[in-house]
């Protein structure tokens, strides 16, 4: 069992700063492919980012890319994802994943363990 609490989340206005973290206990954190989610009312939990065990190769959704940045500190067990340039429509709820397998994956089905979700709302 792997329990994941994110923190970070708030009020920002549009090109604002956040920076989400997620808190991993239980198991060897290392042992998991981290990723980051969000999903909005009325819509699917879509997916963010996502980050190797090692921290060495990550992957984005194209309309995150350049603005997020995702990164975890395994001594820390803590994955975080920077947000920088924020639109009205990054707005949603957003989640950490933990995944067992060591393959990447953008599918939220795939990921074994799941946070509470931490609000992001921007501002226009």
């Known amino acids: 069992q792997v329990l994941l609490v994110e923190s970070g989340g708030g009020l920002v206005q549009a090109g604002g700063s956040l920076r989400l973290s997620c808190a991993a206990s239980g198991r060897t954190f290392s042992n998991y492919v981290m990723g980051w989610f969000r999903q909005a009312p009325g819509k699917e939990r879509e997916f963010v980012a996502t980050i190797s065990r090692s921290g060495g190769n990550t992957y984005y959704a194209d309309s995150v890319k350049g603005r997020f940045t995702i990164a975890r500190d395994n001594a820390k067990n803590t994955v975080y994802l920077q947000m920088n340039s924020l639109k009205p429509e990054d707005t949603a709820v957003y989640y950490c994943?933990?995944?067992?397998?060591?393959?990447?994956?953008?599918?939220?089905?795939?990921?074994?363990?799941w946070g509470q979700g931490t609000q992001v709302t921007v501002s226009s």
């Open positions: 994943g933990a995944r067992a397998v060591t393959i990447l994956t953008m599918i939220p089905g795939d990921y074994d363990y």
